[in-house]
């Protein structure tokens, strides 16, 4: 069975460790080397980071996020042994684990090491699909006579490059298509490399929960859950017609996704509607301040993908789900477009206080559309707040000063409340 040694580089057949420097670090398949669709995903990014630019950090658990009426943006996996997960309640999460350093997130910190990772990945093939500032598609089909090697090699050596040139770390996911290759990715983490290969897949996946569908979250899964399928054993049962008639398009997608089939391409400038992030709470809320610190949190999500894929929108979208699972959306359109998290989540937060109704809600989102490239962003000043293009300005220069000199080097007036 073809093997590959993640430390050297060495191709060998079937062994538990590298015959020519002893690493276990080894990965062996059968199609280990005929695959060339990847999914590539930073381990705990923001932490990583983080940690990278403080060394004293490194045997600490920590979480990025907001001030204790905050939420956690994320958090290292020394944390997340405490049970600490993204978008969990900062009280919530220093109670479980109250030896957590918190750290005010430093977005152009975060987007100058992206920066980096993708001119590494350019290097292997133009066919990059990013997802967000920590994650991308990577289509490396027909590159092995330009690299002189497969493209399971050539990703072991971009995390490898990744780590003693930029001291981050990601996991791999290799497969035949993209739905699989993003499973893949999150099978083996942090430090992984997993693949799924054509003659495993229908095995692989007949007894694994569909929620492992990008898009099934928790509404979803009550729809299915009502029509008996929880595995993509249940979906198989199923006749492609009645998916359709019960869940429309979605039904469809269903229907091939079961089956492990993905025809979709890595597309390097795939047409993006809209951006968007959302979280459902622990807990139904009503709390206002938890509300805030939400969306500051999925503010700076959506920035940072926007970011990501060049772009900017001139729609800001608020999203709530009451307790009743019915849907409550706000919009406001821009004056021009943006893609900096300060202004989308001024006027998300605008948004919300413009809800009359007092809550409880299970779910928020914040979303950014009718996109434009990102040279046309934030153009022009707020007529409505002169301060705007200020506070822009002065988070461009405090995320720079913090990503040379460290988190503590500027602290906002109201992170020492």
Known sequence: MPALCRDCLHSFDTGRRCPACGS???????????????????????????????????????????????????????????????AMPMFQALKLCPQAVVI??????????????????????????????DEAFIDLTGTARLHHAPPAVMLARLVRRMETELGLSGSIGLSHNKFLAKVASDLDKPRGFAVIGKAETADFLRDRPVR?????????????????????????????????????????RLWHLARGEDRRRVTRNAPV???SSETTFFEDTADRDLLDGHIWRLAEKVSDRAKAKGSAGRVVTLKLKRASHALLTRRRALEDATQV??????????????????????????????????????LSGDLLDPAAERRARAERATDRIRARFGAEAILKGRSLR
């Open 24 to 86: 276990p670090r080894v990965i062996s398949h059968p199609e280990l080397f005929d695959l060339s669709i990847a999914h590539m995903d930073c381990d705990a990014f923001y932490a990583s980071v983080e940690k990278r630019d403080d060394p004293s950090l490194a045997d600490k658990p920590v979480i990025v996020g907001g001030g204790k009426r905050g939420v956690v943006s994320t958090c290292c996996y020394i944390a997340r042994t405490y049970g600490v997960r993204s």
């Open 273 to 275: 509607k809209s951006i």
């Open 104 to 133: 005010k997130p430093r977005g152009e910190a975060y987007a100058t090491a992206s920066r980096a990772i993708r001119g590494m990945m350019e290097e292997l093939t133009p066919a990059i699909e990013p997802l967000s500032l």
């Open 212 to 252: 492992l569908i990008w898009g099934v979250g928790e509404a979803f899964q009550s729809s299915l859950d009502r029509a008996g399928i929880r595995t993509f054993g249940d979906l198989l049962r199923w006749d492609r017609k009645d998916l359709h008639a019960r869940f429309g398009a979605s039904g469809d």
């Open 341 to 378: 998290a300060d202004r989308i989540y001024r006027t998300a937060r605008s948004l919300l206080d413009q809800v009359e109704e007092p809550g409880p809600f299970r779910l928020i989102g914040v979303g950014l559309s009718d996109l434009v490239p990102e040279a046309q962003a934030d």
